[in-house]
């Protein structure tokens, strides 16, 4: 991994585990470090681009409780999507 593209995960963890609100930090920051060294550089705008929104409405789209704009859905959005339901625990 060249120096730009570490520093670059860097910055984008950094923003996905301070998001403003624990749920958001933990399931936003938790994609960012369980999956960001799968993401691709198209995948990486996106998700850059997502962290430029508000914090309720990533949340509200990644769990399914809003609908996604579509400047938004997006391959990153449905790895997202995937990563909260292996996330959440199951209900019984």
Do not use: C
């Amino acid at each position: 991994m060249s120096d730009e593209t570490e520093k670059r995960h860097k910055r984008i963890l950094y923003r996905a585990i301070h998001r403003g609100f624990k749920e958001a930090d933990i399931l936003i920051g938790g994609f960012a470090r369980d999956r960001m060294d799968t993401l691709n550089e198209a995948e990486l705008d996106a998700f850059e681009s997502l962290l430029d929104q508000n914090d309720h409405d990533i949340y509200g789209w990644v769990l399914g409780n809003r609908p996604v704009p579509a400047e938004h859905d997006t391959a990153l959005m449905r790895k997202l999507n995937a990563y909260a339901l292996e996330a959440r625990p199951v209900r019984t």
